[in-house]
């Protein structure tokens, strides 16, 4: 798993915190007791002892599987059809 950092907080329109993170991406923090308990949002001292802290982002790890198992068939172009001429088998 890809591990990045919370540089932020912000919250959406239905007052839910979302951490930014320092790869670009943003995951929600959600405070939804029981399900979820982070009383640490509801808090600015709460959200500030997280800042700068490494946790795991799994869009980057996403991204990350994408990049390596995608491309392929670059360079096809660069030789071109020029050299058909004469050469076969
Ligand atoms: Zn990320």
């Known amino acids: 798993m890809a591990l990045t950092r919370i540089t932020g907080f912000r919250q959406d329109q239905d007052g839910d915190w979302i951490a930014e993170l320092a790869c ?50 670059a360079g096809a172009g660069l030789l071109g059809p020029a050299d058909s001429s004469g050469r076969r088998g």
């Open 24 to 73: 670009g991406h943003t995951q929600h923090v959600r405070h939804r007791p029981p399900w979820q308990s982070r009383p640490w949002t509801q808090t600015a001292e709460g959200r500030s002892s997280l800042l700068g802290v490494e946790i795991e982002c799994p869009l980057c790890d996403d991204a990350d599987h994408a990049a390596k198992t995608g491309g392929g068939g």
